[in-house]
């Protein structure tokens, strides 16, 4: 180690000083965003349950979202994978209409009901927000990437109400295998404000039940953890690529933008009226909320797969981390019948097991699971966690993360990929 000099802890007072307000205000930005978009979505859900006829408008609603993108967001449409390009190479402050699109385009895809998520546009309306900032502080290249990445902990962790799991995604999903702490401060500060914003303004995240009856650690038990998580593992990969797969196979069938999520929406519409069930559209909390209480039809993970992969594949907008959540959850709930664990705590392991396989964030995904499910099931989510992260190859839902490392020496990729976006092939 090279010799520092004497008191250096205090030269960097006036930098974390700065970087303390900065990230204040880049949490409280990620705060009211997350809170806008908790409350547009309650409504939107609640009007759609209230209203199932809307469901029959969702190629409607597909076609408006992708003709405002086609119109107006051409530079923002690629999203979350956009944010992470700017971080790895800065180049123009992200647009400020990325903030209302991604809203109003979630809102449509909720309020029609497609079946996605929230933590992209929580990501994209708090990063697009804190990367203003970059107007009046003229931030370098590298300020700028703390900035963004501060962003996306600020909207992970206002959005999900786990501000420790937030801070350590902002730091992770930008490549496999390695994680910047030169932005953990901002990171941290801008998580945790932007979690107590959303709680202040009165908005409140489902509370799951608390995994309280955890089983004692026995042989058994960690062998079931470690199967349930290679199986967790595979099917996070089979989501990211049949994710990919789709949205590929749409924008070589389909040239004009607008009609991908039109189409799209009318297979998943026509599904939903087969199925005659709503449980499969939409966030999907009141069937996670089931998974920890009662037992659930072994095939409810398969349909939320295939209806969220083909909503997402078509170009609607929203984010894959809650319907991970929901995949997760119910398949936790369905391995129940053949390993040797209970199913609340198979549930609360699949839940943030799955989502740390396809986002390749297991730390962030353990600490999620502590949070979430108290410190008592740590042990065996952090083995489900890893194991699923293992599992899910070098592949995953955001199609810009680097690989930073690999996996294990013994997972085979390429050494040339190494620094590079996720390989095609891969996805």
């Known amino acids: 180690m090279k010799h520092l000099p004497q008191f250096q802890q205090f030269t960097v007072i006036p930098q974390l000083s700065k970087w303390f307000i900065i990230s204040c205000i880049v949490g409280m930005l990620s705060g009211l965003g997350s809170a806008a978009l908790l409350a547009s979505l309650e409504w939107a859900t609640n009007w759609r349950e209230s209203h199932l006829w809307a469901i029959a408008l969702l190629p409607v609603g597909g076609f408006f979202s992708g003709w405002i993108y086609h119109k107006y967001g051409k530079k923002v449409e690629a999203g979350n994978n956009l944010l992470l390009e700017e971080i790895h190479h800065p180049q123009s402050i992200i647009p400020l209409r990325m903030a209302p699109m991604v809203l109003l385009g979630t809102d449509l895809t909720h309020l029609f009901g497609g079946s996605a998520g929230r933590e992209g546009t929580a990501l994209q309306i708090a990063a697009s927000l804190a990367d203003q900032l970059t107007k009046i502080f003229h ?36 490549a496999i295998g390695t994680i910047k702490h030169s932005a953990l401060f901002p990171c941290l500060v801008a998580a945790v404000v932007g979690d107590r914003i959303t709680l202040n303004l009165g908005l409140h995240h489902t509370a799951y039940r608390h995994a309280a009856l955890v089983p004692s650690i026995t042989p058994m038990g960690l062998i079931s953890a470690i199967i349930a998580g290679i199986i967790f593992g595979i099917v996070a990969m089979i989501f990211a690529k049949l994710t990919h797969q789709i949205s590929h196979f749409f924008k070589a069938k389909i040239s004009y933008p607008p009609l991908r999520p039109a189409i799209g929406g009318f297979i998943v519409a026509l599904t939903v009226w087969a199925i005659g069930s709503t449980k499969y559209i939409g966030l999907g909390i009141p069937t996670i909320v089931e998974a920890f209480y009662t037992k659930l039809p072994p095939w409810d993970f398969a349909a939320k797969i295939g209806l969220t992969a083909l909503t997402l594949g078509a170009g609607f907008k929203g984010g894959e981390v809650t319907p991970l959540f929901f995949i997760g959850a119910t398949l936790g709930n369905a391995l129940s019948l053949i390993l040797a664990l209970p199913a609340p705590l198979l549930a609360g392991m699949g839940f943030v097991a799955v989502f740390g396989g396809a986002a390749n964030t297991p730390i962030a995904a353990i600490l999620m699971g502590i949070e979430l499910f108290g410190l008592e099931s740590g042990v065996f989510v952090a083995i489900a966690c890893v194991m699923s992260y293992l599992f899910s190859g070098h592949t995953g839902i955001y199609s810009s993360q680097r690989i930073g490392a690999k996996k294990h020496h013994f997972i085979p990729i390429k050494k040339g990929n190494i620094g590079k976006k996720l390989p095609r092939k891969a996805l």
């Open 139 to 174: 931030f370098k290249p590298r300020d700028r990437r703390n900035l963004l990445m501060a962003g996306i902990s600020g909207g992970f962790a206002s959005v999900f109400g786990t501000p420790l799991a937030g801070t350590i995604f902002g730091l992770e999903v930008l």
